[in-house]
């Protein structure tokens, strides 16, 4: 996955840090397979989608089937484990939200380009 990143932020010719955004991206994927399996015991999903936006800001999404916001509010608000706590140290802002189905959960990172 990380070879993967790489590859897509060279293509998107994001100019930040892509140690750093790969990082981001790979916590993030941690998290969603670690705590979004379904409750009928289905392996665990996720989506990525990477994005640039006009302002050179680099948007990883990624998405699971597992829309439990508070736990990932708190995770969020530093008061639950540890991995969006280093996304953070890392330049990231996080925020999630739900689908407008309410089934799907997104936890969005935005990081700002160098210099």
């Given amino acids: 996955m990380r070879?993967?990143?790489r590859m897509r932020l060279t293509?998107?010719?994001w100019s930040g840090d892509i140690a750093a955004a790969t990082e981001v991206l790979s916590r993030l994927a941690h998290n969603a397979l670690r705590h979004?399996?379904?409750a009928h015991e289905a392996p665990a999903q996720m989506t990525v989608r990477l994005a640039v936006t006009e302002d050179e800001e680099l948007v990883i999404d990624?998405?699971?089937?597992?829309?439990?916001?508070?736990l990932s509010q708190a995770a969020i608000a530093e008061e639950k484990g540890t991995g969006l706590q280093y996304v953070r140290l890392l330049?990231?802002?996080v925020n999630c939200f739900l689908s407008s189905?309410?089934?799907?959960?997104?936890?969005?990172?935005?990081l700002l380009p160098d210099g």
């Avoid at 990624?62 to 508070?70: F, M, S, T, W």
């Avoid at 189905?101 to 935005?110: F, G, P, Y």
């Fill in 91 to 93: 330049g990231a802002t």
């Fill in 62 to 70: 990624v998405q699971d089937p597992r829309p439990d916001i508070p």
């Fill in 36 to 38: 979004a399996q379904p």
């Fill in 101 to 110: 189905d309410m089934r799907l959960k997104t936890v969005r990172a935005h």
């Fill in 11 to 13: 293509l998107l010719r």
């Fill in 3 to 5: 070879t993967d990143a």
